[in-house]
Every structure is written in C-alpha cells, then in structure tokens.
C-alpha cells in the first residue's frame, strides 16, 4: 500500500487537523507522503507517477479520519472504497450539510446526468453501500483498479470526473465506508460552481 497526503502547500488553520492527524498516522504505521499540490496539475501528475505500482491510499487536506478507519479500508476486499465525510455548502445566509464519499448519478432528463451526494440514511448496514462514483476525499485504490483505468494530466476538480466516467465504463461501484468523517470545509458555491446540481436536487427525494 502507498500512502499519498494531498496538500495544498496554503497554511491554511483549517488544514490543521488534518496536517496533525496525518503525522500521528506516519508515526503508528500509515507512511503517507506528502504532495504539496502548488499548481493545477500536480495532482494528477502526482497520481500517475504513484499509478500501477501498488495499492494506494489518498488523503485530501482537510478530512479528519481515525487510525481505525484507515486500517478498514486498507484490508476491506473491495477494489475502490470511499469513506463518507461531511459536506457542508454555503447556501445564501445559511448552510446546507450532506454526507458524500459517493454519488450517484441521476438522469437529468435530457440524456445527461448530474451527480447527487449518497445519503447514508437509506444504508443502515455499512458493508453493503455502493455508489456510482466518489470524489477523492479519502480513498483506497487497488492496484488491480489502477491497471485498467488510464489517468491524464488534468486539473483537480477535472480529475474525479475523468475518473468517474472510467468506473462508469468499467461498471465498477464503490464501496462506501462508515461513519461520516469530519471535513473541515464550508463550501461556497461560486468557488465550485459544479457541485451547484447537489445543493438543488432535493435530498427527500434520493
Ligand atoms: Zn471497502
């Protein structure tokens, strides 16, 4: 298994729990390596210098896991597993909360599809969720996965799309991991604009 931490090379204080956590992980047995992601595409060029070698573990700045939580998702069987985390989303003057690590995706009507966050309230049972695709947040992602998807050099937020549609191809689920983890993020919608189709799909719905 490798280990990457996904950083922003930002001294941002919200990154700070994550930055803490990660040390204490590198000290009982998780060796991440740390990227400091200072332009658009060294993420991806990161990933597919790590691509194809063996088992890989990715951690974005600013989720908040337990050990125990990276230990099940290093030895669950399953070849992409996402664990869930809070999303929290700037919404005028209030705020709007999800659980994603998973989305699924939802015709919009006209031939086109827009991905809505997993909702783990219809999934008691943990070890039985899949969904269509996931974000990045953190994952674990086998090497036997990694062969047959063919990665590109692309900004960040391209990235978890280019890799969406190589599961949709693939017809390859993933597996979502409990409990929700701490995210210490609020997200404001003009800052990512393609997350808007899940603020206004109506959750009762899902
Ligand atoms: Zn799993």
Same mark, same amino acid.
């Given at each position: 298994?490798?280990?990457? @931490?996904?950083?922003?090379?930002?001294?941002?204080?919200?990154f700070n729990e994550t930055n803490m956590f990660v040390e204490y992980a590198k000290q009982n047995g998780?060796?991440?390596v740390?990227?400091?992601?200072?332009? +658009?595409?060294?993420y991806?060029?990161?990933?597919?210098?790590?691509?194809?070698? +063996?088992?890989i573990m990715i951690i974005e700045e600013d989720k908040v896991p337990t050990l125990d939580i990276l230990h099940e998702l290093e030895i669950c069987h399953h070849p992409f597993c996402s664990q869930s985390y809070i999303v929290t989303f700037k919404v005028g003057d209030g705020i709007k909360t999800y659980s994603a690590g998973g989305w699924n995706r939802v015709s919009s009507g006209v031939g086109s599809f827009?991905?809505?966050?997993?909702?783990?309230?219809?999934?008691?049972?943990?070890?039985k969720i899949f969904t269509d695709t996931t974000d990045l947040g953190l994952v674990k992602i086998s090497k036997s996965l990694q062969e047959k998807i063919k990665l590109q050099v692309c900004k960040f937020d %391209?990235?978890?799309f280019r890799i969406s549609e190589e599961l949709?191809?693939?017809? %390859?689920?993933? @597996?979502?991991?409990?409990?929700?983890?701490?995210?210490?993020?609020?997200?404001?919608?003009?800052?990512?604009?393609?997350?808007?189709?899940?603020?206004?799909? +109506?959750?009762?719905?899902?």
């Open positions: 298994m490798m280990y990457l @931490h996904i950083a922003s090379g930002r001294n941002y204080e919200r998780f060796p991440f740390k990227l400091d992601a200072l332009e +658009d595409y060294s991806s060029k990161k990933l597919i210098e790590l691509w194809n070698k +063996d088992d827009y991905h809505i966050p997993w909702c783990f309230t219809n999934y008691p049972d943990k070890t %391209v990235q978890q949709t191809r693939l017809g %390859v689920k993933v @597996h979502i991991h409990l409990p929700t983890i701490k995210h210490n993020h609020i997200i404001n919608l003009t800052e990512y604009p393609h997350y808007i189709n899940m603020v206004n799909y +109506d959750q009762n719905k899902m």
